[in-house]
């Protein structure tokens, strides 16, 4: 795959960037990466960090960033969480019992939307939702599977299967979610990307056509493949979770491919290669 050129990117005036793997791993900031959000202000390029993770709540995400460098705002910042209590609030009726494997930001994002979260012993939930937990335990996966069995609705956040951390690439979501498919039978609904759904709230909320914006990220199964069904041009970077080795057998093409944000800046200032 190309690497992007100085005029592929001078037409962009919008970014969807993933935030695990292209901003960060863990708590430790990718190399450039303040630079990078000084440079996308200065240029006046609008962004929204669009993130499978649905462990945070969006006050919690805005305060990261402050940590590493970055300023933003909450219309800024969209997650899986964010996108499942927009798909509760359409599929639910207010007062449904949810049964939640996640962190505060799916919580809280279950409770906007109008559901109540069932308690961790429950076995009479109307849905099962399910994010990264880092809590995770037997009981969990055992009374998820039991409302599961007992005809609950099935939803993830997302199917990132793996996960970067700064110790190395751990287990993400997906493999819960397989988990709890192997002991019950049934698949979810998966709510983030590759699915379209976050990259339409997204680009609703840039404001811009389409041909002015792209999806930056580090998963081709995810990022890349989420890009290209929202009818979006992409740039994958090689600070996560993909390696030019994986590229190379993948069935799944980026437009650009480039190693990490400071290349992307080099580039779109003419200053790179």
Known sequence: ????????????????????????????PLPG??????FLRERKIRFVLATNNASLTIASYIQKLAR????????????????????LRAAAGPGKRAYVIGEEGLIRAVESAGLRVAGP????????????????????????????NRGARFIGT????????????????????????????????????????????????LGLPKARIAAVGDRLETDILGAKNA???S??????????????????RPTWVTDDLPAIQAVWTGTGK
């Not at 795959?1 to 430790?28: C, F, H, N, Q, Y």
């Not at 590493?68 to 798909?87: C, D, F, R, W």
Request: charged residues 20%; neutral net charge.
């Open 33 to 38: 990466m303040p630079d990078f959000f000084r």
């Open 121 to 148: 012993d429950a076995l009479d939930a109307d849905y099962v939702i399910c994010g990264m937990d880092r809590d995770l335990n037997w009981n969990k996966l055992a009374c998820a599977t039991i409302n599961l």
């Open 1 to 28: 795959m190309p690497a992007p050129k100085t005029s592929d990117l001078s037409a962009l005036r919008g970014l969807i960037m993933d935030m695990d793997g292209v901003l960060w791993e863990g708590e430790s």
């Open 158 to 205: 997302n199917g990132d299967v793996t996960f970067p951390t700064e110790r190395g690439i751990a287990h993400g979501n997906g493999a819960i979610l397989a988990a709890l498919t192997a002991a019950s039978g049934i698949r979810p609904k998966i709510i983030g990307k590759p699915y379209p759904a976050i990259m339409q709230m997204a680009v609703a909320r």
């Open 231 to 233: 009818g979006l041009k």
């Open 235 to 252: 740039i994958l970077v090689l600070t996560g979770i993909t390696s030019r080795k994986t590229l190379r057998k993948s069935g799944i």
């Open 68 to 87: 590493m460098g970055v300023t933003a705002a909450p219309e800024e910042i969209l997650t899986s969480a964010t996108a499942t209590a927009e798909h």
